[in-house]
């Protein structure tokens, strides 16, 4: 990516001041790693951060990405500008020298600054790079975690490392905690629908992965959903020079009319959603589930700016099928025919259907395990999704079978349904960053305790009364 001189240098100047690091207070073990940060996204790098800064120094954070590509901003993001306000915090770690607006200043200019509505998505991007090329959390690219089992004290590890040459190697390394950092995926994938089964890839993409809309020009495209994804996946294939886009919510509106706020007002009630009760807390997401995720209003006018864009509402799919080199759907508004169809149909976190958790998916709880709604609240989707305890670990699904599982902590979409917000996001960096590696380091110093330390190496004790023995004061003896 594009570098800036003074921006580095001011982040040289900057960093300089933090001076340095605290010592690793987390006692020698066999593992090779404390912590496992999967991702090296804005959460990733916030976390390893914060965790060196906390004296937790045997830390290791990996990433499937090449350098630069890392997170969603540069592959399957395609919204012109980032959907929160330009002033929330970052992972600029409580330092607002380190902040997106000081390097948008350094890069732009203030005044720059000051006529942005919104971070444009790359220059968020360019951010991003910018910080980890500047805090010091070594990332392991082209590195994927592909599987994890329990070893006495710690979990062995799986991961593949990709060479330059395209092969692959899997090596075993061992640690005591490990972190999900994995953005929107989270402990699932992206969710087709059962109208969509049967389509062969070459006429199907989920938004949720790599599209190559060059391919759609002067074609004809089926999106499903309107939320935010599908909207700015139709704004992408219109700028592309898609003939059409037809987009079809099962929705009688586009847009949902949300109440003015600051983006702080609910900052004690996101704060303490974890401490709701289940049933409130279950309640509160089907309920928001079946309202549905409205598209930004800049997402849609960017799409409707062009006179190829048709909204389809109260029109659900009903089936989907290969028609000749196209796609004929079965909509509740009537038979339509597609070169291409796009799925905007959201994300599942069931583990179960993750590389790398399926092997111990059985011990892990689901809300299914541990709360049973009413059927008028009953979502199938929800019940398949982790139940994570209040430092975002995850639970054993049978008590007193797998303790060892809450080794593993889950910073990703995937919490939601147990923090009530979208964890990965940058809404939730400066509240949940510090809530996690206080948890990391609470559960490192607890263990450490319960186990021996090792001996120290034998010295001959220093007399510290050397020091001030010449200070020392008696009496005179008698007679003088």
């Known amino acids: 990516m594009d570098r800036n001189t003074a921006a580095d240098e001011h982040a040289v100047r900057v960093l300089r001041h933090f001076g340095p690091d605290p010592a690793n207070w987390v006692r020698p073990s066999e593992a090779d790693h404390d912590v496992v940060v999967v991702g090296a996204g804005q959460s990733g790098l916030g976390i390893g951060f914060a965790l060196r800064r906390a004296g937790i120094g045997r830390v290791s954070v990996i990433d499937a990405a090449p350098p630069g590509q890392t997170g969603v901003w540069t592959t399957t993001a395609r919204m012109a500008s980032l959907r929160t306000p330009k002033n929330w915090p970052e992972p600029e770690f409580g330092f607002p020298e380190l902040s997106f607006q000081a390097w948008y200043e350094l890069t732009h200019g203030e005044r720059a600054y000051q006529d942005l509505t919104r971070i444009p998505r790359l220059d968020w991007a360019r951010y991003i790079d910018w910080i980890e090329r500047h805090i010091g959390v070594p990332v392991r690219h082209h590195t994927r975690l592909t599987g994890i089992r329990p070893v006495t004290d710690r979990l062995e590890l799986s991961l593949a490392i990709r060479h330059s040459d395209g092969t692959e190697t899997t090596v075993a390394e061992t640690a005591r905690k490990l972190v999900l950092a994995n953005g929107v995926e989270?402990?699932?994938?992206?969710?087709?629908?059962?109208?969509?089964?049967?389509?062969?890839?070459?006429?199907?993409?989920?938004?949720?992965?790599?599209?190559?809309?060059?391919?759609?020009?002067?074609?004809?495209?089926?999106?499903?959903?309107?939320?935010?994804?599908?909207?700015?996946?139709?704004?992408?294939?219109?700028?592309?020079?898609?003939?059409?886009?037809?987009?079809?919510?099962?929705?009688?509106?586009?847009?949902?009319?949300?109440?003015?706020?600051?983006?702080?007002?609910?900052?004690?009630?996101?704060?303490?959603?974890?401490?709701?009760?289940?049933?409130?807390?279950?309640?509160?997401?089907?309920?928001?589930?079946?309202?549905?995720?409205?598209?930004?209003?800049?997402?849609?006018?960017?799409?409707?700016?062009?006179?190829?864009?048709?909204?389809?509402?109260?029109?659900?799919?009903?089936?989907?099928?290969?028609?000749?080199?196209?796609?004929?759907?079965?909509?509740?508004?009537?038979?339509?025919?597609?070169?291409?169809?796009?799925?905007?149909?959201?994300?599942?976190?069931?583990?179960?259907?993750?590389?790398?958790?399926?092997?111990?998916?059985?011990?892990?709880?689901?809300w299914a395990d541990r709360h049973q709604p009413p059927a008028d609240l009953h979502d199938e989707a929800l019940a398949r999704t982790p139940y994570l305890s209040d430092g975002f670990h995850l639970v054993e699904k049978t008590p007193g079978t797998a303790p060892w599982i809450s080794r593993i902590h889950v910073f990703s979409a995937a919490a939601h349904l147990s923090f009530g917000y979208p964890i990965g996001d940058v809404q939730s960096l400066a509240p949940g960053i510090p809530r996690l590696v206080d948890a990391l380091g609470r559960d490192l110093f607890f263990e450490d305790q319960r186990s021996p330390a090792a001996p120290a190496p034998a010295q001959k004790p220093e007399s510290l009364r050397d020091h001030y023995a010449h200070a020392i004061w008696s009496p005179e003896p008698s007679g003088h």
């Not at 190559?212 to 074609?219: E, I, P, S």
């Not at 600051?262 to 807390?281: I, K, Q």
């Not at 549905?292 to 099928?321: D, K, N, Q, T, Y």
């Open 186 to 366: 989270g402990t699932g994938g992206p969710y087709l629908p059962p109208e969509l089964d049967g389509l062969p890839q070459r006429l199907l993409a989920h938004t949720g992965h790599h599209i190559d809309f060059t391919a759609l020009v002067g074609k004809t495209i089926g999106v499903l959903g309107a939320a935010a994804s599908a909207m700015d996946a139709a704004g992408t294939a219109l700028e592309a020079g898609a003939r059409e886009v037809h987009l079809f919510t099962r929705r009688p509106d586009l847009l949902i009319q949300k109440e003015a706020a600051s983006p702080f007002a609910d900052a004690g009630a996101r704060d303490n959603y974890h401490r709701r009760g289940d049933a409130a807390r279950w309640r509160d997401r089907v309920l928001a589930s079946r309202r549905g995720r409205s598209a930004p209003l800049e997402s849609v006018i960017r799409a409707a700016a062009f006179p190829g864009l048709r909204v389809h509402l109260s029109a659900p799919w009903l089936s989907a099928r290969a028609e000749g080199d196209g796609v004929r759907v079965e909509a509740a508004d009537g038979s339509h025919r597609f070169d291409f169809v796009i799925a905007g149909t959201g994300y599942r976190y069931d583990p179960a259907t993750r590389e790398e958790l399926r092997g111990i998916a059985g011990e892990i709880a689901l």
